[in-house]
């Protein structure tokens, strides 16, 4: 049993009576098959280019069984019988061989006909190969895109518009302490101890469309409070306008407490944990060239050779951390007080003339007197203290000058008898 398309007036079905003359079958871009059993009988122009057939004969007067993939085989059999009978299949997505062997992914739908007398099916197929392969890309994808969540270390978040998370990575678990499932569907502002810092952040990538190591803070489940770095970027809907952010942020933490005892040990002063020379000369820098009203006090400790000797350096240690405490107790908040080396400690005094720096100093002087150090087996010693005073000019070239006069007026005291407060003569 042959067919063309010319015979096409001659499809029957039962619902629908006489089909019309169907030359135009050859130019439907969908792929249409005739079957009678299980052989091709006819294929559509489109149907021999999907199953890249160099003739007809690649296809008509074939097995469907040749074209068919063995585990979509008995289904499609099935399904033929069933058209046969004169059902109506719905489409389907079935597995399928071209004439060069070829996978393809099809989908078809076929119904009863009737050629010649004879119960024959009519199917037609859409080739889906190429959206079955972009599926399979996608999957893959999104299992690469899973894998790769579930093995960070940082964390990759997304929120929208009004902040609330839309997606954690289970990392966050490990950071937070709290599951992805936990965090997801709050704001993420929920989570910063200080609501000012995501305002800032939102703000940054808002103006920029993205930061990199943005710092801030989170806190945890356990309510301890970590140090983060954010590198993220804004996203925006089809109209251009804001839609969130997504990004990654990590635990900074250790390398933050590790840059902040760099810095104390850049800036503090091993020994007694106060400001070191070059730091409390640096704050003194800045005042002065704000032209600020300030005096500067530089202290030094009396006889503390005779401590070195009688107690050791040991003794002599003990002695000047316990001087550093009691002079730091006792100045005031706004004031910077720094040790220069050895026994020798400066007190800048912002906001104070000349007039007040003198009083603050026989305060501090008296305050060291009044607190005897306990040093070695309970025995107790006093520290006397010398102070030179200077208060800063208008126009003072530098800091130098300043410490010069100040030395001076130090001099002046341990030349007096020491423990005692000298000011500038000048």
């Known amino acids: 049993?042959?067919?063309?398309?010319?015979?096409?007036?001659?499809?029957?079905?039962?619902?629908?009576?006489?089909?019309?003359?169907?030359?135009?079958?050859?130019?439907?871009?969908?792929?249409?098959?005739?079957?009678?059993?299980?052989?091709?009988?006819?294929?559509?122009?489109?149907?021999?280019?999907?199953?890249?057939?160099?003739?007809?004969?690649?296809?008509?007067?074939?097995?469907?069984?040749?074209?068919?993939h063995p585990l979509d085989l008995h289904r499609s059999l099935a399904r033929l019988r069933h058209a046969e009978g004169g059902g109506i299949n719905p489409v389907t997505e079935i597995r399928a061989y071209a004439c060069n062997g070829a996978p393809l992914m099809v989908a078809m739908s076929s119904t009863t006909l009737q050629l010649e007398g004879q119960t024959a099916v009519l199917a037609t197929f859409l080739d889906?190969?190429?959206?079955?392969?972009?599926?399979?890309?996608?999957r893959q994808t999104d299992e690469d895109?899973?894998?790769?969540?579930?093995?960070?270390?940082?964390v990759f978040y997304r929120t929208d518009a009004q902040g609330i998370t839309r997606y954690v990575c289970p990392a966050v678990k490990n950071v937070l302490g709290y599951t992805a499932e936990e965090i997801i569907g709050l704001p993420a502002a929920a989570f910063y101890p200080d609501l000012s810092e995501r305002d800032a952040l939102v703000a940054a990538i808002k103006k920029h469309g993205a930061v990199h190591d943005f710092p801030g803070r989170m806190r945890r489940k356990d309510g301890v409070i970590i140090d983060i770095s954010i590198s993220t970027r804004a996203l925006r809907d089809e109209q251009g306008n804001y839609a969130g952010v997504e990004g990654i942020w990590r635990d900074i933490s250790e390398r933050k407490a590790m840059e902040r005892q760099l810095q104390r040990l850049a800036t503090c002063d091993s020994l007694t944990g106060i400001p070191n020379r070059r730091c409390i000369l640096e704050s003194l820098e800045q005042l002065l060239q704000r032209g600020a009203l300030l005096s500067v006090l530089l202290l030094d400790l009396d006889f503390f050779k005779r401590i070195n000797d009688r107690f050791g350096h040991a003794g002599g240690d003990r002695a000047l951390m316990r001087f550093a405490e009691i002079i730091d107790g006792e100045r005031r908040s706004r004031d910077f007080f720094g040790r220069l080396g050895g026994e020798e400690f400066l007190l800048v005094l912002e906001g104070a003339d000349g007039a007040?720096?003198?009083?603050?100093?026989?305060?501090?002087?008296?305050?060291?007197?009044?607190?005897?150090?306990?040093?070695?087996?309970?025995?107790?010693?006093?520290?006397?203290?010398?102070?030179?005073?200077?208060?800063?000019?208008?126009?003072?070239?530098?800091?130098?000058?300043l410490l010069l006069r100040a030395d001076r007026a130090l001099y002046r005291a341990k030349q007096q008898g020491r423990d005692r407060v000298c000011r500038d003569a000048a």
């Open 1 to 68: 049993m042959a067919f063309h398309p010319s015979d096409a007036a001659t499809l029957t079905a039962p619902e629908l009576g006489v089909v019309p003359h169907a030359a135009w079958i050859e130019q439907l871009p969908a792929s249409v098959v005739v079957l009678a059993g299980d052989v091709v009988r006819y294929a559509n122009a489109a149907a021999l280019r999907l199953l890249c057939a160099q003739q007809p004969s690649d296809v008509v007067g074939k097995s469907v069984q040749d074209f068919i």
């Open 128 to 138: 889906l190969t190429e959206r079955a392969a972009m599926e399979q890309r996608l």
């Open 145 to 154: 895109f899973q894998r790769m969540m579930n093995t960070m270390q940082d």
């Open 356 to 401: 007040e720096a003198l009083a603050i100093a026989e305060r501090l002087r008296l305050a060291t007197r009044a607190q005897p150090i306990a040093l070695h087996d309970g025995e107790e010693v006093t520290l006397t203290l010398s102070i030179g005073v200077a208060q800063a000019r208008p126009g003072e070239p530098g800091v130098s000058s």
